[in-house]
């Protein structure tokens, strides 16, 4: 079965969904990604849960493209987590007809994230839809060890661990880490590339991922090593925000090269799985 691509909502934002969802059924994506609240207070999103009409258009043109919603972004867990606060995000979440919730941990009490995730989990279950957690290297879960284990604590059937290829890759996590993973808490990943020099502040880490990313096989990140920890009919997310080259180049280049060159590394990975 062929690998499906998501386009991300950063890749080309602020693009709102309905122009996003008619670009990549243009561009071969099957699946986009859409950020209904912001990852930091006046970060960009599309207003879908305030906007009424907004909705309606974006669900009209999901069913003229055939392409998908695959995620909705982003619900942050911190430590007043009541999960009233995310009904509506959900209810919207369920209304696009998407697959998963993008959850970034914000709560230092490990014991009580887990059980805030728990709750987030059976709450979004409601929808049908699973629960991502993402490791952020700044975040309260900094890695894929941490992440895997609060999913497997919360032990909800739809909890996921989410895999960005950059905080992979600049986190302590390493590729058995990676591959120590259960089929079953995958949902998706996270493609992109950037810089091999690490920042070494938390503004550092914060700035490449939300602003300078680069396009897969750019960068200093190990790609095809990460890949190959992954099952091979995983989908990709192609999250490449880049604010100096995205305005130059347009949303619809920046996307088809974005494209363009996963296929390539994720084709080197597939190579060198079948290697003997």
Avoid at 41 to 46: A, C, I, L, Q
Avoid at 87 to 109: C, H, N, Q, S, Y
Avoid at 239 to 268: H, S, Y
């Amino acid at each position: 079965m062929p690998r499906a691509y998501s386009l991300a909502y950063l890749t080309t934002a602020p693009l709102a969904p309905p122009d996003a969802l008619q670009l990549a059924q243009k561009l071969g994506y099957q699946m986009i990604g859409v950020r209904i609240a912001p990852a930091a207070p006046g970060g960009d999103f599309s207003p879908l849960i305030e906007d009424a009409a907004l909705l309606r258009e974006t669900v009209a043109q999901i069913k003229a493209t055939g392409v998908t919603v695959y995620d909705v972004e982003i619900a942050r867990l911190n430590a007043d987590f009541r999960v009233e606060q995310f009904r509506d995000f959900l209810e919207t979440a369920g209304k696009l007809g998407a697959r998963a919730i993008l959850v970034a941990g914000d709560d230092p009490v490990e014991e009580r994230l887990t059980q805030s995730y728990a709750a987030f989990c059976d709450a979004a279950r409601d929808y049908g839809l699973t629960a991502d957690l993402e490791f952020m290297p700044w975040t309260s879960v900094p890695d894929a060890k941490s992440a895997l284990r609060i999913a497997t604590t919360a032990d909800r059937p739809n909890g996921r661990v989410l895999i960005d290829a950059l905080h992979a890759a600049r986190s302590s996590t390493t590729l058995a880490d990676l591959a120590a993973i259960p089929r079953e808490r995958l949902g998706y990943a996270q493609l992109c590339d950037a810089p091999g020099e690490i920042p070494t502040t938390n503004e550092g880490l914060i700035h490449t991922a939300r602003c300078a990313r680069l396009l897969p096989g750019e960068g200093g990140i190990d790609l095809v090593g990460i890949l190959r920890q992954l099952p091979d009919d995983l989908p990709l997310s192609l999250e490449i925000p880049n604010d100096e080259r995205l305005p130059v180049v347009g949303p619809e280049a920046w996307a088809r090269e974005a494209l363009a060159t996963a296929r390539r590394v994720a084709a080197r990975a597939a190579e060198q799985g079948e290697t003997p």
